[in-house]
């Protein structure tokens, strides 16, 4: 079966205008999935653990006093880090990650540096990022009838995170 050229040049034109759109950066969102403690918190200065067996889930009734809510590749490098303390929401903060590294260094100051490792669990990309904060139990009911939380020493925490490049995926859909 034959086309006609001008069938051709539409179709080269189409497939063109799809890898140009699909080759696009777009940006990668992460979003939290587990907080760990380190079993080992000497390993901190290291960066973070390759090997999940280095990591322990958070225990019931535990929970953090300020967090990573979630992080935003806008291309290789260069990203963008939501926080949060108790119940506020903080500004993102604008990282610059080394891969070689294995860290993710603030633009703008010499602020906090965030180790980190990005890699793929099957078909899945994930990040692990090394930050600190206040581990607290539960609140316990006090002698005067208000509520107490009793929070440890600011300690290295990990957050691993799943990642989605969300561009293409949402185009696709809101075409559907």
């Given amino acids: 079966m034959s086309t006609s050229p001008r069938a051709e040049r539409l179709a080269i034109l189409l497939l063109s205008v799809f890898l140009a759109q699909g080759c696009k ?3 990668v969102q992460c979003e939290p999935t587990t ?5 080992n918190t000497d390993r901190s200065s290291f960066g973070v653990p390759h090997d999940a067996r280095e990591l322990q889930p958070l225990e019931q009734g535990e929970k953090l006093s300020s967090g990573v809510s979630g992080l935003t590749f806008v291309d290789a490098t260069h990203l963008e880090l939501a926080r949060w303390s108790y119940d506020f929401e903080g500004l993102p903060t604008e990282l610059v990650f080394s891969p070689t590294e294995g860290v993710a260094r603030p633009t703008h100051d010499d602020g906090e540096a965030f180790p980190m ?13 090394l930050f600190r904060s206040e581990l ?5 009911r006090s002698l005067d009838g208000g509520f107490h939380e009793a929070c440890e020493a600011e300690r290295p925490l990990v957050v691993e995170m799943t990642c989605h490049n969300r561009g293409l995926l949402d185009r696709i859909r809101r075409r559907r």
Wanted: aromatic share 16%; with cysteine; net charge positive.
């Fill in 25 to 27: 950066p777009h940006p």
């Fill in 136 to 140: 607290c139990a539960s609140p316990r």
């Fill in 35 to 39: 907080f760990y403690k380190l079993r």
């Fill in 117 to 129: 490792i990005r890699f793929w669990d099957g078909e899945t990309e994930m990040v692990r990022l």
